[in-house]
């Protein structure tokens, strides 16, 4: 069977400990990693359903694991090919769209780079120039995932988190489209790349709802646990409009108010219908 190795970008404690991997808007902060883990998630569904076994060693919202630890656990692991997911800033606030990164010498990274690039094109998404950037000694482009791995390898930047257009779609109101045909676009990549047909669900189309488990909790203006807005009681029921990620030691999912809400199962059930 099949294995790969899902790389999560960064992890949920980068920006804290000053790795600077997302973006500031009106005072939030909007993580890369969080993006990362949503797609992960994802891709890691739609790969198991077509067959392919995977390896998800940084977890989904978890502290960071060191690059050459990981990549040290996915040579010793001897996997078929490892994906590594990320998002993308620039100081230019007009640059936009996604692209992959191959090792240089790498024919095989390559072949799937390209295919990446087409189910992008295909999805109707642009491409950060040609969409394709050889990772090679020297440059800004020499990453350590496509360089230190022993398979196949690729790292893909999917838009820009600094640009307005797809920071709606990563962080913002598009999101849970844009991580579901994200994915979709990856996995579709990867059945092709090792001759799969691909078998689409039509992604994970079933709405999540919270029910509040505590007598009474606090709801939050913002993901601050310190910016307090209404309490809310036992029994309620609310919409999800942002799935779970890490906020400050814990983790809230934004509901449909626009309001946030702890992700603490002791304190909410969440369930799909």
Not at 221 to 247: H, K, L, M, Q
Request: net charge negative; aromatic share 12%; with cysteine.
């Amino acid at each position: 069977m099949v294995r790969v190795a899902i790389d999560i970008g960064h992890g949920s404690d980068t920006w804290e400990n000053g790795g600077g991997k997302g973006v500031v808007r009106n005072g939030v902060v909007y993580e890369e990693h969080n993006f990362n883990s949503l797609v992960a998630q994802e891709l890691d569904r739609l790969l198991r359903s077509n067959g392919i076994d995977t390896l998800l060693y940084q977890q989904p919202f978890s502290p960071e694991i060191g690059l050459t630890q990981r990549t040290n656990y996915y040579n010793a692991q001897n996997v078929d090919l490892v994906w590594s997911i990320h998002a993308n800033a620039s100081s230019t606030t007009s640059a936009e769209g996604r692209c992959a990164f191959y090792w240089y010498t790498a024919s095989e990274a390559r072949r799937l780079a390209e295919l990446y690039v087409d189910e992008v094109r295909n999805a109707g998404y642009s491409t950060h120039g040609t969409g394709l950037h050889a990772s090679q000694p020297g440059s800004w482009t020499n990453l350590h995932i496509c360089r230190e791995t022993n398979m196949t390898a690729v790292l893909t930047e999917n838009g820009f988190m600094t640009n307005d257009v797809d920071f709606q779609m990563i962080f913002g109101s598009g999101q849970a489209t844009y991580v579901a045909n994200i994915a979709r676009i990856h996995a579709k990549a990867i059945c092709r790349f090792f001759g799969i047909s691909f078998e689409d669900d039509g992604g994970s189309t079933e709405q999540k709802y919270i029910e509040i488990l505590a007598d009474s909790l606090w709801t939050y203006n913002t993901p601050d646990w310190n910016d307090r807005a209404v309490i809310v009681n036992r029994g309620e029921v609310f919409t999800v409009i942002r799935d779970r990620f890490y906020v400050d030691g814990g983790y809230m999912y934004q509901i449909k108010s626009g309001l946030y809400i702890t992700a603490n199962p002791t304190y909410v059930r969440v369930y799909t219908r």
